[in-house]
């Protein structure tokens, strides 16, 4: 700006406006990394319980008393000026990786037995509800002949005589209107597609391996899982706190279980 008029500059900036919003939230103390390949959960992966900041990962070099180095990673709250009121959230790799575990184990019931029978009523579930949309189907479209066969009759009348033309076009828009809400009734039918029962079965069985899944996964598999499963991480100074999808939650509350037909689903 120059007496009070804006010109275009001429020249590159020296720095582009992403490398410098990134300088300005590490100066105002806003942690924004997204993680590297030695910290695969960190990178937003996790958040902080207690201040909403990512939890980010560091690698800690130690020499035991034998003098051999061992190095330990960690992941912490990125929050670099917390407050008084806000604990240490820092986890152990390991403690991390075993408390993800137990938390995707609640998901496997606790028997073969449950197991067979938890499945059994998802297959009885869908098989019931397919068989009763196929009878309501049937049902609209018995009407929809009959209605079709009442409106030939009425012309029939008509046509010999035996009706006059106000009774036969008062009858006929009745027989329309109720032709076209059984039209809307058959549209509106949810046919299920034989697909999704066996997509909830196979989620069923893959969610019953879900923490062996986790714990014998690389690197991106366990963020693949976690991002599947779960849709907000927090984690603070004592506890993890997996908010998991549907129908991942049902599963591991046992909601499930209280329902007989699988609506759940």
């Avoid at 902080?48 to 960690?74: N, P």
């Amino acid at each position: 700006m120059w007496r009070g008029k804006v010109f275009q500059g001429k020249y590159k900036p020296l720095i582009d406006r992403e490398l410098f919003d990134a300088c300005q939230a590490i100066l105002h103390g806003r942690n924004r990394r997204t993680g590297s390949p030695e910290h695969p959960l960190a990178g937003g992966l996790f958040r902080c319980a207690h201040c909403g900041q990512s939890i980010t990962g560091e690698r800690i070099k130690k020499v035991l008393s034998d003098g051999t180095v061992k190095y330990f990673t960690y992941y912490r709250c990125a929050n670099n000026h917390p407050g008084p009121e806000h604990p240490r959230v820092r986890w152990r790799e390991e403690q991390l990786e075993r408390t993800v575990a137990e938390e995707l184990g609640k998901l496997r019931m606790e028997s073969d037995d449950m197991r067979g029978l938890v499945r059994k009523a998802m297959e009885a579930a869908f098989a019931d509800i397919g068989n009763q949309q196929r009878k309501q189907v049937q049902a609209l479209a018995r009407r929809q002949s009959e209605l079709k066969g009442m409106q030939d009759r009425l012309l029939n009348a008509y046509l010999a005589g035996t009706i006059d033309e106000a009774v036969f076009a008062a009858k006929s828009e009745e027989l329309k209107g109720e032709q076209a809400k059984v039209e809307r009734h058959l549209e509106q039918v949810d046919r299920i597609d034989p697909s999704r029962g066996a997509a909830a079965l196979a989620i069923f069985d893959w969610s019953q391996e879900a923490a062996g899944q986790w714990l014998g996964s690389n690197k991106a598999g366990r963020r693949e899982i976690l991002a599947l499963v779960c849709l907000n991480r927090k984690l603070s100074d004592v506890s993890l706190d997996l908010k998991m999808r549907s129908p991942f939650r049902e599963l591991a509350e046992r909601r499930l279980l209280q329902n007989s037909r699988g609506d759940w689903i």
